[in-house]
């Protein structure tokens, strides 16, 4: 199924007020549900993917950071406009006749674990999720057994460079979904849409195959640990080598969890940056400080350029 072209067409129907398709809309925001009580000790399958240790700071009730009530303010118009895309796509797969369900509970067979599906057809499971524009920059690599179904075509231009669409789905999406297909029931893999909340960037669906059941398991053994050796805090994330300046720059960051994180105050990571090697005048030279190891296994796997001139 194209979920894409789903929407689209609902959407060309709700634009001319087909009384079908609002009627569709209207169902689907009447089934909202209420917030409910929280178990802090509770893991949930959109945890799989996120810091281990935030998770922990979450088991533990620790105190969220202090944001300004401006910051408050936007996040909730964020969230508002993240609940009326999956809205949108849930009316779109009922305007279709397809949908079996909409918010519904996973059963897994492990201790107080919870998850909950977005959309359910007699097929398959649709999870949506709505993105910054600027995650459409990054090109991520595509975990096992995920698959891009549709989005943007590739194509070439003039200059007869071959554009192609970069991989927005992040790890975190593509397990939260796995796991829908490893504790479901439904004769197809899960599907991901990947919407960019901004409009700027054409949106993307994945399939994702069992292929990733294996580290979906890893994940959650993991989590488990964690949180059997609470109050004990796993490490905090490690910094990540990126390619920046368009592959001209690799430099040491903090992984970019870090950034969106609500403990980052009292979890207080390393934030600092550094070079470790730059294009210069057409060569790759590598910085002292660099761990040439980590280096050297970044640039075999990235830039063998640079694998080239390190020692
Ligand atoms: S600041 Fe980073 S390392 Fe610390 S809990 Fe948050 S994501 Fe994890």
Known sequence: ????????????????????????WKYIADQALPPKERDPLRLYLSDLG????????????????????????????MFHMADQVECTV?????????????????????????????????????????VRSNSFNYDNALLPGVTL??????????????VRPNIAIKDAHAYQA?????????????IVVVYDRGGSNTPQQYRIGPEIHPTIDDQ?????????YLPTLPNKLPKVLKERSYGKRVVQEPDWRCSYCDYKVTCSPDLSKSEWA?????????????????LATFAHENLPELSKVLP
């Open 1 to 24: 199924m194209n979920v894409l072209t789903l929407v689209d067409e609902f959407l060309i129907a709700y634009r001319d007020a087909d009384t079908r398709a609002i009627a569709c």
């Open 50 to 77: 996120k810091c281990p240790r935030q998770v922990a700071y979450r088991n533990l009730e620790t105190e969220k950071d202090r944001r300004s009530s401006q910051s408050e303010s936007n996040d909730r118009f």
């Open 90 to 130: 849930a009316a779109a797969v009922l305007y279709a006749d397809k949908l079996e369900a909409f918010q519904n509970g996973v059963a897994i067979d492990r201790e107080n674990w919870g998850g909950r599906t977005d959309i359910e057809t007699a097929e398959e499971v649709i999870e949506v999720k709505s």
């Open 149 to 162: 179904e549709y989005g943007l075509e590739p194509y070439v231009k003039p200059n007869g460079e071959l």
């Open 178 to 190: 796995g796991a829908y297909g490893k504790y479901g029931s439904h004769p197809k893999d899960p």
């Open 220 to 228: 959650m053994n993991r989590l488990e640990l964690v949180r059997g």
């Open 278 to 294: 730059s294009l210069e005048q057409g060569s790759w030279r590598w910085r002292k400080k660099a761990d040439i190891d980590a």
